[in-house]
T-cell receptor, first 114, second 111 residues
């Protein structure tokens, strides 16, 4: 069966520090991968998505970046965090490009930039 | 520009009431519409809709899609306090792999 792992669960980082959040998927190959950010009580803002290794699409210009070094690994990074980067970050995966399936979510990372 | 708009943004009802949540969308190469419920952390899947006019039902929840008018509704009958959550609508574009969400509807069910 497929599982998704996202870590860490919580993170408190000072302004200007770097960030690396990792997400890995097991039990499937060539998944679509997604990074979302959620402000309190709001919907999910799509940050990045990837349909294959090395293929990253960015939705929101900002100081974040994403990479997909392996088929089932998706990393969200920043060189210097801003206060506005605080939020709840969710990683998700779905099956293939032309297949209609639900998206499966990791448990999320609550990031507080102080 | 692809977008998903949900309404209302928040709703307060009493137990036993029926609620209707709305989701309208504009997306290139529409493939499917998804509904999720989010209580604390990760959203949990409710429905996937791909065809117009076919109702999906699970217990007290049901949903339907109108691909001509580009919207979907989620109905919850005989609401319970356990239905209190954020309900999220998302639309998947098949040629890009993009999955975009609306702002969510926060539902509070009072005893």
């Amino acid at each position: 069966s497929q599982t998704i792992h996202q870590w860490p669960a919580t993170l408190v980082q000072p302004v200007g520090s770097p960030l690396s959040l990792e997400c890995t998927v097991e039990g499937t190959s060539n998944p679509n991968l997604y990074w979302y950010r959620q402000a309190a009580g709001r919907g999910l803002q799509l940050l990045f998505y990837s349909v294959g290794i090395g293929q990253i699409s960015s939705e929101v210009p900002q100081n974040l970046s994403a990479s997909r070094p392996q088929d089932r690994q998706f990393i969200l990074s920043s060189k210097k965090l801003l206060l506005s980067d605080s939020g709840f970050y969710l990683c998700a995966w779905s099956v293939g490009l032309y297949v209609s399936t639900e998206a499966f979510f990791g448990q999320g990372t609550r990031l507080t930039v102080v | 520009e692809d977008k998903v708009v949900q309404s209302p943004l928040s709703l307060v009802v009493h137990e036993g009431d029926t609620v209707t949540l709305n989701c309208s969308y504009e997306v290139t190469n529409f493939r499917s519409l998804l509904w999720y419920k989010q209580e604390k952390k990760a959203p949990t899947f409710l429905f996937m809709l791909t065809s117009s006019g076919i109702e999906k039902k699970s217990g007290r929840l049901s949903s339907i899609l109108d691909k001509k008018e580009l919207f979907s509704i989620l109905n919850i009958t005989a609401t319970q306090t356990g239905d209190s959550a954020v309900y999220l609508c998302a639309v998947y574009s098949s040629n890009t792999g993009k999955l975009i969400f609306g702002q969510g509807t926060t539902l509070q069910v009072k005893p």
